[in-house]
C-alpha cells in the first residue's frame, strides 16, 4: 500500500510540475508578444526608434529566461527564435521598412510555435 501511495504522491507531484511549466511557458510567450505587438505598431506607425526599444526589451525577457527555456523548450525552436530576433533588430537598425514585417510574421510564428508546443491536447500526451 505504501508503494501505491507513493507513487501516487510522484504522480501529483509529476502533473503539477507540468501544469507549472505549461503556465510558465504561456506567460513568458504572451510577456514576449506584447513587446513585439508594440514594436510592430510602432513601425507602422513611423517610430523606429520606439519599435527598436520594444523589441530590445522583448529580447532581454527572451534572453532571461534563457536557463529555463534550455532546459524544457526543443533547441531547434530555440534558435529559430533567436535567429528571428536578431534578423528583425538587424533589419529595424538598417532602417530596411520594407523588409520588416516579414520578419514580424517570422518572430510570431516562432513564439506562437513555442506556445503551441506547450499546449494539453491527447496529441501531445498520447
Not at 513568458?28 to 506584447?34: C, N, V, Y
Not at 524544457?72 to 532602417?95: I, N
Request: glycine share 8%.
Amino acid at each position: 500500500m505504501k508503494r501505491e501511495i507513493g507513487a501516487l504522491v510522484l504522480l501529483g507531484l509529476l502533473i503539477g510540475a507540468s501544469v507549472w511549466n505549461i503556465r510558465r511557458a504561456d506567460a513568458l510567450i504572451e510577456e514576449i508578444k506584447e513587446h513585439v505587438a508594440l514594436s510592430e505598431k510602432a513601425v507602422k506607425a513611423g517610430d523606429p526608434k520606439y519599435a527598436a526599444e520594444q523589441l530590445a526589451a522583448a529580447f532581454r525577457i527572451w534572453g532571461a529566461a534563457k536557463n529555463y527555456t534550455q532546459a524544457v523548450l526543443r533547441h531547434p525552436e530555440l534558435d529559430g527564435t533567436s535567429d528571428a530576433f536578431y534578423a528583425a533588430m538587424r533589419e529595424l537598425r538598417a532602417g530596411e521598412m520594407r523588409a520588416v514585417p516579414a520578419v514580424y510574421e517570422q518572430l510570431r510564428y516562432h513564439l506562437d510555435s513555442i506556445a503551441g508546443m506547450e499546449k494539453v491536447t491527447w496529441g501531445t500526451v498520447f
